[in-house]
């Protein structure tokens, strides 16, 4: 079974249309991520949610807008799609240790990447 | 800002070889660090993760370092296998913050 899955894994699309992409996690996790990974393979985080709240945004246009329908699922849906935005996408997720923590401390689980190619 | 580097960039050994992996991070106020694989086309596979208050942590052919005073880590990697090749990401993560990667090293092991 897979612990976190994303779909779809390819994407190709025009400039300017929206798309999302999914995201499930099966290990019961309280926190989930989305990285951006560019040409140059490079990662960076996105967004974290901890419980469906978002807890990170970092500095991410907001044509990106995260969406939690609860704690399992973390999806992102891109308005507006421009050349820049072609990368990988992947969606991670973690246990939240420390009670009381806002922020989980946990080891990560990553997806197997969503490819964004835009045209 | 925290900053991760990896060195060297990419690695070519023979297949049998003890090989090391470098990283380092400017912030040494970091709550742990996990190294990672990743395959071409594929998502990141977690390794070995270490707590800030751990030294060392060991799984199979796999061993990683933690000094956090001169925020350095390495990944020792035993007897190599071409299965080995791939590349390898070391994160660190402070306390309320999420990872932040390095770009890599892209590691290959001929047979």
């Known amino acids: 079974d897979t612990a976190v899955s994303q779909t779809p894994k390819y994407l190709v699309t025009q400039m300017g249309n929206d798309k999302s992409i999914k995201c499930e996690q099966n290990?019961?996790?309280?926190?989930m991520y989305w990285y951006k990974q560019d040409s140059k393979k490079f990662l960076k985080i996105m967004f974290s949610?901890?419980?469906?709240?978002?807890?990170i945004n970092e500095t991410v246009p907001n044509r990106f807008s995260p969406k939690s329908p609860d704690k399992a699922h973390l999806n992102l849906h891109i308005n507006s799609l421009e050349l820049g935005d072609s990368a990988v996408y992947f969606c991670?997720?973690?246990?939240?240790?420390?009670?009381?923590?806002?922020?989980?401390?946990?080891?990560?689980?990553f997806g197997e990447g969503s490819r964004l190619t835009v045209l | 800002k925290q900053e991760v580097t990896q060195i060297p960039a990419a690695l070519s050994v023979p297949e049998g070889e003890n090989l090391v992996l470098n990283c380092s991070f400017t912030?040494?106020?970091?709550?742990?660090l996990q190294w990672f694989r990743q395959d071409p086309g594929k998502g990141l596979t977690s390794l070995l993760l270490?707590?800030?208050?751990?030294r060392e942590q060991t799984s199979g052919r796999l061993n990683a370092s933690l000094d956090k005073s001169s925020g350095r880590s390495t990944l020792y990697i035993a007897a190599s296998q071409p299965g080995d090749s791939a590349t390898y990401l070391c994160?660190?993560?402070?306390?309320?913050?999420?990872?932040?990667f390095g770009k890599g090293t892209m590691l290959l092991v001929s047979p």
């Open positions: 991670a997720s973690s246990p939240l240790q420390g009670g009381g923590l806002a922020y989980s401390t946990g080891e990560l689980f």
């Open positions: 290990l019961g996790h309280d926190t």
């Open positions: 949610y901890n419980n469906k709240e978002l807890i």
């Open positions: 912030d040494s106020a970091i709550y742990n």
């Open positions: 270490i707590q800030s208050s751990q």
């Open positions: 994160a660190v993560r402070r306390r309320q913050s999420t990872l932040t």
